[in-house]
């Protein structure tokens, strides 16, 4: 991992004071191997070898996203949490026999999150996010007790929201359950702009996916002149079911930009990248036209690419560098976790 950290300076643009980048521990990469392995490998010892070969992937493309992130904002803003998935996966799995184990990154604080074990197979992007100094948290996994200081919402499933200062473009299952949201009611009368943006088809067949996020094909940034851009997959324009009209019509009614990227030889889920308050964008390798579209609109000093391209974990478990990121005020995560 890398040790280096940036300037103090560069470190508190990054990130606002008193937030923490949330990043999974490395256990469910295990859980995704055995199950791909699982699904194309009948005979016990293919398997095996099959699921271990792609295990040394994964762990390299997780590898390659956190020294990304360690570099970008320091080792000492990054908090490791129980990943969400790992439950749900280890359920396929017994290598109780294997000798083998995925231990932690050295020198990361780590906790628990305190999610309901029923419903846990999910991103850390949609635990929680930040609407101004509110902090909305996702009731399907945390119930509906009351915590002080959160609001219980689906507007804090980051993958059915895109999100630029009060504008915001949601994946229209969201949409359609806005008016019975208590969230959403909130949002509109502090006086932000909201339209549905349609749900990009899966074409990748995962292990684990979600069909109702909007992320993996789009991507909602701020550029060096404070004005958000929405970055979107020609592939999913082509998708059909009226897909480019809609898309086109919710960014006009929040007045924002398409900027239509080609995406046919790009790694799966190029989009689901990560912003941070200085503008800055961490995106995966191996998707030259969209990086230098991202240096044209944020400078190309604000673009940080993946040490290579991560291909694997969006073919196994349809997620990539923002599904597995959230960042989190630190007071927030004392309330959803414990160490």
């Given at each position: 991992?890398?040790?280096?950290?940036?300037?103090?300076?560069?470190?508190?643009?990054?990130?606002?004071?008193?937030?923490?980048?949330?990043?999974?521990?490395?256990?469910?990469?295990?859980?995704?191997a055995w199950a791909f392995a699982e699904i194309s490998e009948h005979d016990p010892k293919m398997r095996e070898a099959k699921m271990l070969r792609v295990l040394d992937v994964l762990t390299g493309e997780y590898g390659q996203i956190l020294d990304a992130i360690s570099a970008h904002v320091g080792q000492k803003r990054v908090v490791l949490a129980k990943n969400l998935l790992e439950p749900v996966l280890g359920l396929v799995m017994d290598i109780s026999y294997l000798d083998f184990s995925l231990k932690d990154p050295v020198g990361f604080r780590s906790v628990r999150l305190l999610a309901n074990s029923e419903k846990s197979n999910t991103w850390l992007r949609d635990v929680c996010a930040k609407y101004d100094d509110e902090t909305f948290v996702n009731p399907a996994?945390?119930?509906?007790?009351?915590?002080?200081?959160?609001t219980?919402?689906?507007?804090?499933?980051?993958?059915?929201?895109?999100?630029?200062?009060?504008?915001?473009?949601?994946?229209?299952?969201?949409?359609?359950?806005?008016?019975?949201?208590?969230?959403?009611?909130?949002l509109l009368q502090r006086g932000y702009k909201m339209a549905p943006l349609p749900v990009p088809i899966n074409k990748i067949r995962p292990v684990h996916a979600d069909h109702s996020h909007i992320d993996s094909h789009a991507a909602l940034i701020k550029d060096q002149?404070?004005?958000?851009?929405?970055?979107?997959?020609?592939?999913?324009?082509?998708?059909?079911?009226?897909?480019?009209?809609?898309?086109?019509?919710?960014?006009?009614?929040?007045?924002?930009?398409?900027?239509?990227?080609d995406d046919k030889e790009f790694p799966g889920l190029a989009f689901n990248l990560i912003q941070f308050a200085d503008k800055s964008v961490i995106v995966t390798a191996g998707a030259e036209s969209l990086a230098a579209k991202l240096r044209e609109l944020v400078g190309s000093d604000n673009v940080c690419e993946t040490g290579s391209a991560i291909r694997l974990l969006?073919?196994?478990?349809?997620?990539?560098?923002r599904c597995l990121t959230n960042v989190i005020d630190k007071k927030v995560l004392e309330i959803l976790s414990e160490d």
């Open positions: 991992m890398v040790d280096s950290e940036p300037s103090l300076n560069i470190e508190a643009e990054r990130l606002v004071p008193g937030e923490v980048l949330v990043f999974p521990q490395p256990a469910f990469l295990v859980g995704a996994l945390f119930g509906v007790e009351n915590i002080d200081g959160v219980f919402s689906g507007f804090a499933e980051g993958g059915r929201v895109l999100k630029v200062d009060k504008t915001l473009l949601v994946s229209e299952c969201l949409w359609d359950r806005r008016k019975n949201d208590e969230g959403a009611a909130r002149n404070d004005n958000p851009q929405l970055l979107v997959a020609k592939s999913y324009l082509l998708q059909g079911g009226g897909t480019s009209k809609k898309a086109r019509y919710a960014a006009e009614t929040v007045g924002v930009p398409v900027v239509v990227v969006p073919v196994i478990l349809g997620g990539s560098i």
